[in-house]
């Protein structure tokens, strides 16, 4: 994972964090007295905006984030560019099995993204700049088409069963 900041301007973090403004925020501070990074990143990364806020952080943050269930089990991954996220992403359900799948454009999703149930797809369509768009398609549990939902600019306007 790439390091989006020094050690040093975590210890700054978390002084003043000292207040325990949020559940996240607290956690923060026991990864760092751990030595665990990589967790912290995580939590600094989800609570940038507010980091923002209180004028600990002032540039946007880029980089790998990933989040994790509370079983331990990946929860998404992907890229940030100037604290939005950008470029392929990957969600999981809490036992590891892939969920969805899909891009970001400056923080849209945008392009094709694809939903699993069970490990097998359910459904998948396009998204332009955060809209779907283009047809969708259902999946029965045996990969069979069930429907198709065609959209405009987010705004449905054919259903095909």
């Not at 912290?40 to 980091?51: A, G, S």
């Amino acid at each position: 994972m790439e390091t989006l900041f020094s050690k040093e301007k975590y210890l700054v973090i978390l002084q003043i964090i000292e207040e325990d403004y949020s559940f996240n925020l607290r956690k923060a501070k026991e990864f760092y007295e751990a030595g665990d990074f990589e967790a912290l990143h995580r939590i600094v990364v989800r609570e940038q905006e507010w980091l923002r806020e209180q004028g600990i952080i002032s540039e946007p943050l880029s980089g790998t984030g990933e989040s994790w269930h509370s079983n331990g089990q990946l929860s998404s991954r992907g890229t940030y560019v100037d604290g939005k996220a950008h470029g392929a992403w990957e969600y999981f359900n809490d036992n590891g099995q892939l969920w969805t799948r899909g891009a970001y454009e400056d923080g849209e999703r945008h392009g094709v993204w694809e939903y699993f149930y069970d490990g097998h797809p359910w459904m998948r369509g396009t998204f332009n700049l955060g809209w779907e768009h283009g047809v969708w398609e259902y999946f029965h549990s045996n990969g069979q088409i069930w429907r198709r939902d065609t959209y405009e600019h987010g705004r449905l306007i054919k259903i095909e069963d």
